[in-house]
């Protein structure tokens, strides 16, 4: 098999990014997607190859993965993506990466942990900002409290969505919240818990989300208790809670179908000049009934934060540095793996 990697949905907003700096780092990758002129048209603007394929044929996709060392999914949503990618990475011995934040979608992965071990494969789903640097945090916290019973993550500055985040976030409607208790994943009522923190920039109101962690950090620490925060306004914190006397309406087809036509129309992502001044704070606590440790974490605009994530672990797979089965990033590469990313930096309280 040829070293080459390949960027699934390269020509959406994050995806764009990924190949752009993948372009600037000289990794050459194969760009892909099921729209052919979109596609088509990146390939000739950057001068890589292309491949185009949808993912309804088994056959199809395996046959183009065959040559191919690592596929980064960049394609939302996960949950309909990544099944067939996984399938077709599997039947191919082609490491899998994705940049998801859906529990749903770690979980499933997390499921095929042996197969995939019996394939010489690593699947390691979130190598973007969902979950590098919360994950990195998580494991950090775990070293410097290693009977930690309790795990709290959260994080400050997602100030802007890219579409395929806010078609994901609308697609999530009236699923409710989730927390891990015991070691398992449990619903709760949207923002069922607000609490105060000082994300490193003052303290601010911040209410429990159902964030990708709630999956991924019990399999890099063995902590059986995770909740995850963001920070919100008040108002903003009222709506969420809202929309769980509203989840029978907003989780309706036709809400639903008017709300991605919105996303459609109105929702860009950050542009560059808005990526290149933000900033993103990370917060994380351990307890274990008696102790309690926290440590800091500021890394670049979230979306700058994934390009140069993504490509990093898919560089570090293709050269296998990671070990085959289901990986989380810092379960693969340890609790630094999110400081590779020119500009983070981390603090213990």
Not at 16 to 40: C, F, M, N, S, Y
Not at 142 to 162: C, I, K, N, V, Y
Request: proline content about 5%; some cysteine; charged content about 20%.
């Amino acid at each position: 098999m040829s070293n080459r990697i390949l960027i699934y949905g390269s020509y959406g907003y994050t995806g764009r990014l990924v190949t752009e700096q993948a372009v600037a780092d000289g990794l050459d990758p194969i760009v892909a997607g099921r729209t052919a002129a979109k596609v088509e048209r990146q390939a000739v603007e950057y001068g890589l190859d292309h491949r185009v394929f949808s993912l309804t044929s088994p056959q199809v996709v395996a046959e183009a993965l065959e040559d191919v060392s690592v596929v980064l999914n960049c394609a939302g949503p996960f949950a309909e993506t990544s099944g067939p990618l996984v399938d077709a990475c599997l039947e191919t011995g082609t490491h899998y990466l994705d940049i998801t934040g859906e529990i749903e979608v770690f979980e499933t992965i997390a499921a095929r942990d042996e197969e995939a071990e019996n394939a010489g494969v690593t699947l390691l789903p979130g190598v973007g900002f969902d979950v590098v640097p919360t994950d990195s945090l998580a494991a950090h916290l775990a070293d410097r409290l290693p009977d930690a019973t309790h795990l709290s993550l959260g994080f400050q500055g997602l100030d802007e969505m890219s579409p395929g985040t806010a078609h994901t976030a609308v697609d999530s409607l009236g699923e409710g919240g989730s927390v891990r208790r015991d070691g398992t994943i449990r619903q709760v009522p949207v923002a069922h818990d607000v609490r105060t923190i000082d994300f490193g920039d003052g303290p601010t109101t911040a209410a429990a989300i159902p964030w990708g962690d709630v999956s991924t950090a019990y399999y890099t620490t063995g902590i059986p208790n995770v909740t995850v925060y963001i920070a919100q306004p008040e108002r903003a914190v009222q709506f969420m809670r809202l929309s769980n006397e509203l989840g029978w309406l907003l989780g309706t087809r036709p809400v639903k179908s008017v709300l991605h036509g919105l996303v459609d129309r109105f929702v860009d992502g950050p542009d560059k000049t808005a990526r290149a001044e933000a900033t993103t704070y990370v917060w994380g606590s351990a307890s274990n009934g008696d102790e309690t440790v926290v440590s800091r974490m500021r890394t670049p605009e979230s979306y700058e934060f994934t390009a140069q994530s993504a490509l990093h672990l898919v560089e570090r797979v293709r050269d296998g540095d990671a070990p085959t089965g289901f990986q989380t990033p810092a379960g693969a590469f340890g609790k630094d793996v999110a400081l590779a990313v020119d500009g983070v930096e981390r603090t213990d309280e």
